[in-house]
């Protein structure tokens, strides 16, 4: 069964205060992982893709990499605008659609 | 840049009546979904179209129906609103299967 599983839930991190999100996944092939940020109340805003196991990308502060396993989303000297919710999602081999895991939720504190 | 609209932000219905989401996309997306959003269930997919008058069921199609007679516009019907589909509701849309999904700023719906 294709599954997502992100950790930790929730992330307090002082201002400046460099961390990682983990996202582990199982599934059948992978054909892409997508990093979102939310916002509360609001819908999920694209950060990143990525295709294969060694791949990284990287903007601003964020940058992300990928494993034949998992994913990390490694933020680097985060800001208080840095807080939101950060959600992982694969899309198996011939699927349409994503799969979604249930988010950590980060707080950066000034 | 790609832009996702919904037609509400906030609704409050009352349980049994007939609901309409909306959604538009203004890129010429060929796929389009809809999804729910629950505290600790994650985002879970709907329903999904991948062309004009063509949908497909997703994960939890149950109470659920779809209508998309344009491409620019996929709408979510709620037959009958009970008080277990007050969410959050999510509309995406993508250019081709294999795509990056972007999402529209989401409707929050309650059912009383």
């Known amino acids: 069964e294709d599954q997502v599983t992100q950790s930790p839930e929730a992330l307090r991190l002082q201002e400046g205060e460099s961390s990682s999100l983990n996202c582990s996944y199982t599934?059948?092939?992978?054909?892409?992982l997508f990093w979102y940020r939310q916002d509360p109340g609001k819908g999920p805003e694209f950060l990143f893709t990525?295709?294969?196991a060694g791949e990284e990308k990287e903007k601003e502060r964020l940058k992300a990499t990928l494993t034949k396993k998992e994913s990390f989303l490694h933020i680097t000297a985060p800001k208080p605008e840095d807080s939101a919710t950060y959600l992982c999602?694969?899309?198996?081999?011939?699927?349409?659609?994503?799969?979604f895991g249930t988010g950590t939720r980060l707080t950066v504190i000034p | 840049d790609v832009k996702v609209t919904q037609s509400s932000r906030y609704l409050v219905k009352r349980t049994g009546e007939k609901v309409f989401l909306e959604c538009v996309q203004d890129m010429d997306h060929e796929n389009m979904f809809w999804y729910r959003q629950d505290p600790g269930l994650g985002l879970r997919l709907i329903y999904f179209s991948y062309d004009v008058k063509m949908k497909e069921k997703g994960d939890i199609p149950e109470g659920y129906s779809v209508s998309r007679e344009k491409k620019e516009r996929f709408s979510l019907i709620l037959e009958s609103a009970s008080t277990n589909q007050t969410s959050m509701y999510l509309c995406a849309s993508s250019l081709g299967t294999w795509e990056t999904q972007y999402f529209g700023p989401g409707t929050r719906l309650l059912v009383l």
């Open positions: 990525l295709y294969s």
């Open positions: 599934v059948s092939g992978l054909r892409g």
């Open positions: 999602a694969v899309r198996p081999a011939g699927a349409n659609n994503l799969f």
